[in-house]
């Protein structure tokens, strides 16, 4: 058993680095219509099976998009502009399964007009046919910017659970990829001229790269679907006991973030030995830089999404900016906190920032690390820079390791480490664990540790060999269907 | 010509009864505690439909303070509704009783009333087990132990409530009221409802917050073996099998798993919505006019935390939680700063108000995303915000056929569902007109329904009631007599 995480562990950093390295996005991939102001997605309800990061294999109801044969946990991530058309057709291809029924689409927050299909409680839905002739179009106008979610509104507390459910990003008006821009990747810029508060002396380069208005800008983004599975329930409906299903008390043993249970979280996109789980949630940042945390709860528990590092500041609610002043995209009444409630069926959106400032000590080691010319004294304004680490470190003999500590305390450097030690750390970065503070959700069906469960790194700004270090613009990234 | 009397029955206006109910400085409600049967539509091993009735136990609202005035009980309880600037009190009579009619052992029989979050005026709580003034006959061995917040109600016999204004004792909100007598058991057994205390300028919820209709939406839970098992009178909590009682005796929530999950009363199997010419709200509760605003009342008394979800346009502005408004600035009553959410979490015991005013009528399904639901349906209801249809008065043309004509305001134009009934008097003589068509010259915001009906709605004398039901539920009818 340890071997085996240990070497899927081993796979994660690989994963990680290719992402580091190769260019590779490091985020979760959302569908676009490659159609310029155009918005048609084809969404097809499928059965299949994930894999839990113990070894279980879990039978599911997901939706794919038309380039995927597979169904997919959770549903594919929807990327659209604000003003934006938006329409999705839904064929139900559960045809074929014991429990075979009716299915929908709700969009909570969208005044959507359904076409075709049967009437239902909520919405217009789809028969278990396969045949174009029975899907239903669900049309809306993206009015608003934000995050929000979409989930089957047929038989909702089975449905839910079996995996009907997936993330819907509405882009404000005027957004813009940083690299559509032309500007440099987001990377903290020298101007020892500015006297701040901010140790680097950052100077956003996000431009218009923004969740809401002109105050929610960002350098990253990244998702957190979080669900949990009562594999009981699956199983019921795998067998075609939809009454027991739905009579079940769920009792979840499974917690996901986006559709992988920790430490298969590390993993990155589209890893072949998880076809129906595509999207990793390793965050990674740099010093100074924002990252936006949108996080879409489709479980049926609460779940305490906390982030170790730094506080959490909470800038919108289903879609909803917190501001007192509405259209002023300031979110003045956003909040601050370490944990913040994933409520089922609620999204939120978290501005998550990180750097040294106030920590008293230098976090680059002056003797190992290179000099740059942001980290030049005038740049730090807390009287950090040179700072050193204000206790005796102890000595390897007097110290435990972990797979991801690269041996030295600064960051972006490397120490010396035993035989066995380390080597999960490709770039000497910190990494943080970002889980449900709900404790008993760092498991897999027992087997500890695992669940909803991921990894921040902050990275350094050059790697081990000297060289800049970019984050791929990554995050949830644009990719089509088609 | 035409005398008409106008009978318009907008069923959000119901709601406003409560406002025109007078300026008495004193309110007095009289509830009875009994034993009471809830009947569930639930389907059976085979998916058979099989109604089961589950023990509770409820409150009765009494016409005076006499036990032998008494409607049924219902769970939850009948709504209390005061205003800030009078005088509540609340008696309550103790008839708990178990399932073969015994005086129930469990908490010496007693039970109690109380409000979370509003301050009781002479509260003699809390109550030991031990002998005392008000309980000569106390169990000496458990001196310093509660067994009650307030004041008790002994079997057979009144106790009476009281939240005096000049005091401070009435806030405006939405809250719960429920026994303070073991509420872990007595709690979960039914003794809850919802009250309401309203502010003194007719029309306003909070101070500074006026709405044009109110609707309550409240979720409970229950778990048929806890039921059961208080109901026969079993004695101590005891899970574990016995010899003559092989589930145990559930007689407390601690071991917890509800068997049903009720929206206002009784689980809702989420079907298409379809109002019908008796129950325009089939199954949900019916607000303002979808243009105008709503307050949604959502109280809990579940013991899990249930979500409220919309599932279409229909967003919650959310503007209190346990009768707390977000007031912004604080310390002012004069603006709220509400929270637009689509889901909103509502833990036990709590309340949270949301106004809701949709650019759109119709029917919105609002589900429990905690995913409370069994075969026996779930906190599943449609919350309705019909359209202003104006029903015009029939006429007759001189050749004797009857027009009958209705104006809608809807925002779904000519797709809009508006069926029309026309009644004599003469149920056989009723005629339904579903679908009547849109008349394509007044396409647009206001669109004009009618249709031209031959006898025998004309002759002299006769007198014609048109209603008019539009999809969404919106309901209005108006009667005439033909001259």
């Not at chain 1, 079940?248 to 993993?267: C, E, H, L, Q, S």
């Not at chain 1, 170790?308 to 009444?333: E, Y």
């Not at chain 2, 007598?181 to 003194?200: D, E, F, K, N, R």
């Amino acid at each position: 058993m340890a071997k085996i995480s240990i070497s899927k562990a081993a796979l994660a950093v690989s994963a990680v680095a290719l992402g580091v390295t190769g260019g590779a996005f490091a985020g979760v991939p959302g569908y676009v219509d490659p159609t310029p102001g155009s918005a048609n997605f084809d969404l097809t309800v499928d059965a299949g099976y994930i894999s839990a990061a113990d070894g279980s294999v879990i039978y599911m109801w997901g939706l794919h998009t038309p380039d995927r044969s597979l169904m997919q946990y959770p549903a594919p991530t929807l990327i659209v502009n604000e003003g934006d058309e938006v329409s999705i057709t839904l064929t139900n291809c559960l045809d074929g399964e014991a429990a075979a029924e009716n299915t929908s689409l709700i969009f909570p927050g969208f005044d959507v007009t359904a076409t075709g299909g049967v009437a239902g409680a909520a919405t217009r839905e789809a028969a278990p046919t396969c045949n174009a002739a029975d899907s239903v179009t669900y049309t809306f106008t993206a009015d608003h910017a934000g995050t929000f979610l979409y989930q089957s509104g047929t038989n909702i507390s089975v449905q839910s659970e079996m995996g009907l459910g997936g993330a819907l990003i509405v882009r404000p008006t005027g957004f813009l990829h940083r690299d559509e821009m032309d500007i440099p990747d987001a990377r903290p810029t020298a101007d020892p001229t500015v006297a701040t508060e901010d140790p680097f002396n950052y100077v956003p380069q996000s431009g218009n790269q923004i969740a809401y208005g002109t105050g929610t800008d960002f350098d990253y983004e990244y998702l957190y679907v979080l669900t949990d599975i009562d594999p009981d329930i699956h199983e019921m409906v795998r067998i075609g006991d939809m009454a027991g299903a739905k009579s079940r008390d769920g009792k979840a043993v499974y917690w996901m973030i986006n559709g992988r249970a920790g430490p298969d979280t590390f993993f990155a996109n589209d890893v072949p030995w998880l076809p129906t789980q595509p999207y990793g949630s390793m965050t990674q940042m740099q010093p100074g830089q924002k990252v936006l945390v949108r996080t879409v709860s489709l479980g049926r528990d609460l779940h305490p999404f906390h982030t170790h590092g730094n506080n959490l500041r909470v800038v919108a609610v289903d879609g909803n900016l917190l501001s007192s002043v509405p259209g002023s995209g300031i979110p003045d009444l956003g909040f601050s906190d370490f944990t913040v409630s994933g409520i089922p069926g609620q999204t939120f959106d978290g501005v998550f920032e990180w750097s040294d400032l106030g920590m008293g000590w230098d976090i680059f080691d002056e003797a190992t690390q290179h000099p740059v010319e942001w980290h030049e004294p005038s740049a730090r304004t807390d009287g950090t820079h040179g700072g050193v680490i204000p206790v005796s470190l102890p000595g390897i003999p007097d110290l435990t390791f972990g797979g991801f500590y690269s041996g030295s305390p600064y960051l972006g450097s490397f120490g010396q480490l035993p035989p066995g030690e380390g080597g999960l750390n490709l770039n000497g970065g910190f990494f943080y664990m970002w889980h449900s503070h709900n404790e008993k959700e760092l498991v897999n069906n027992d087997i500890f540790p695992g669940g909803m469960m991921t990894m921040l790194i902050v990275e350094p700004f050059l790697d081990g060999n000297g060289d800049q270090l970019v984050i791929p613009r990554g995050s949830i990234f644009e990719k089509t269907a088609n | 010509m035409i005398r008409h009397r106008l009978t318009r029955l907008a069923l959000s206006a119901c709601v406003f009864g409560v406002f025109a109910s007078g300026s008495a400085s004193a309110k007095d409600y009289f509830l009875k505690a009994e034993r009471v049967e809830i009947p569930v539509q639930d389907v059976d091993a085979n998916g058979a439909p099989v109604t089961v009735m589950v023990p509770m136990w409820g409150y009765a609202q009494c016409a005076a303070k006499d036990p032998n005035q008494c409607g049924t009980a219902t769970v939850p309880g009948p709504e209390i509704t005061v205003k800030e600037n009078e005088n509540l009190s609340v008696f309550v009579y103790n008839d708990l009783k178990t399932s073969a009619g015994d005086h129930v052992e469990l908490d010496a029989g007693r039970t109690s009333f109380t409000v979370a979050g509003l301050r009781l005026r002479l509260n003699y709580g809390p109550i030991f087990w031990g002998p005392s003034k008000f309980d000569p006959a106390g169990d000496p061995d458990q001196p310093r132990r509660v067994r009650s917040m307030t004041q008790e109600a002994r079997p057979g016999q009144w106790q009476r409530y009281s939240w005096l204004w000049k005091q401070g004792d009435l806030k405006p909100g939405t809250y719960i009221y429920h026994s303070a007598t073991h509420p872990a058991v007595q709690v979960q057994m039914g003794l809850y409802g919802p009250m309401t205390v309203l502010p003194a300028a007719a029309s306003e919820v909070y101070h500074g917050v006026s709405v044009d209709a109110a609707v309550d939406i409240f979720y409970s839970e229950i778990d048929a073996a806890f039921h059961a098992d208080v109901d026969k009178g079993l004695d101590g909590y005891n899970p574990i099998p016995q010899p003559g009682n092989p589930a145990g005796a559930r007689t407390s929530p601690l071991v917890y798993s509800p068997t049903y999950y009720l929206v206002n009363g009784k689980p809702q199997v989420d079907g298409v919505f379809a109002p019908t010419w008796d129950d325009p709200a089939s199954g949900g509760v019916t607000g303002a006019f979808y243009d105008r605003k709503t307050l949604v009342r959502f109280r809990s008394a579940a013991l899990r935390s249930r979500i409220p979800m919309t599932t279409g346009a229909t967003a919650f502005d959310v503007i209190a939680e346990t009768a707390e408004p977000y007031y912004a600035p604080p310390g002012q009553e004069v603006t709220v700063a509400a929270r637009r959410q689509n889901a909103i979490l509502l833990p036990a015991l709590t309340t949270k108000d949301a106004i809701v005013q949709g650019g759109k009528e119709g029917a919105t399904l609002i589900v429990d995303r905690a995913l409370g639901e069994t075969n026996a349906g779930g906190m599943n209801t449609f919350l309705v915000l019909p359209d202003k249809l104006q029903v015009y008065p029939p006429v007759c043309t001189p050749a004797g056929n009857l027009i009958a004509r209705v104006r809608t305001n809807s925002s779904l134009g000519d797709q809009q569902v508006i069926n029309f009934k026309i009644s004599n008097g003469t149920p056989a003589d009723d005629l339904i007109i579903n679908n009547v068509p849109a008349q394509a010259q007044f396409a647009g915001k206001w669109q004009y329904r009618s249709i031209l009906v031959n006898s025998p709605f004309c002759a002299p004398g006769t007198v014609v009631t048109l209603s008019a039901m539009s999809g969404s539920g919106g309901f209005h009818s108006d009667t005439v007599t033909i001259e």
